[in-house]
């Protein structure tokens, strides 16, 4: 069965061209030029990945990003977000609205196709582990895709929940950057040491109590993160 991926942005040029280029290589693609019209034909189909412009009319790139992530029915589609702005700052926060990737206009259409592919890539890999893992007030499901803590579910993206089972599977020891972008974003060739960092900062907020102060994933100031062994 293809996959379903939608395009929203307002430039109609770079619809057309993401649109040809997708449907190239074997993908069903669906549209939108603004956030409102967006947000409905997401709600109403049955996307597997999300192509979303940082700058749109109506509902903007970052809110629309946020009310699908906060969303139970659209939360575990993968967003990656098109943006203009080359600040890190932009970058950044899509990435913590729950955007899985960023790609910065002008783009190549390679680079781009490699992205999607990469997320969703991730998004479908079954990672292979004990089924249940119970540590500290924390319950993983390998095999669901599911995470609690004292019994209230959490959510996490596919690539939050494969850096946390990596994380956990070597607790006690320290991990670079460059061993988690290798474990977990393995060969794509466009992502920044700067995301390992978001995406723990993402972990921590779901997981911790106090951020300024984690039980679970700790930081060696200088080389890497762990996840604490004495629980």
């Keep these: 069965m293809k996959k379903k991926v939608i395009v929203v942005d307002d430039e109609k040029d770079i619809v ?3 649109a040809y280029n997708l449907k190239k290589e074997g993908f069903e693609v669906d549209y939108s030029y603004d956030g409102e019209d967006g947000l409905k034909k997401i709600k109403a189909g049955r996307f ?5 412009d940082l700058m749109l009319p109506g509902i903007q790139g970052m809110d629309l990003c946020r009310r699908l992530k ?21 970058k950044v926060l899509g990435l913590e609205m729950g955007a899985d990737d960023y790609i910065t206009k002008p783009f190549s259409v390679r680079e781009l196709l490699a992205r999607v592919k990469a997320v969703l890539r991730r998004s479908n ?3 292979k582990s004990e089924k249940l893992i119970g540590i500290g007030e924390l319950e993983i499901d390998t095999e669901m895709y599911k995470v609690s803590k ?4 959490i959510k996490l993206s596919a690539t939050e929940f494969k850096l946390l089972v990596y994380l956990i599977q070597r607790k006690g020891k320290v991990l670079t950057r460059d061993m988690l972008l290798d474990a977990v ?7 920044e040491p700067r ?3 978001v995406h723990i900062r993402r972990l921590r ?12 994933i700790k930081t060696r100031r200088g080389i890497g993160y762990y996840f604490e062994d004495n629980l």
């Design 16 to 18: 057309e061209l993401l």
């Design 48 to 52: 597997d990945l999300i192509v979303l």
């Design 70 to 90: 906060s969303s139970e029915e659209t939360a575990d589609i993968p967003i990656i977000m098109l943006t203009a702005k080359t600040e890190e700052l932009d």
């Design 125 to 127: 890999e079954k990672i």
């Design 150 to 153: 004292k019994g209230v579910p």
């Design 185 to 191: 974003w393995k060969d794509e060739a466009y992502v």
């Design 195 to 197: 995301t390992v960092d």
């Design 205 to 216: 907020a779901q997981l911790e109590d106090d951020t300024a102060r984690p039980r679970y």
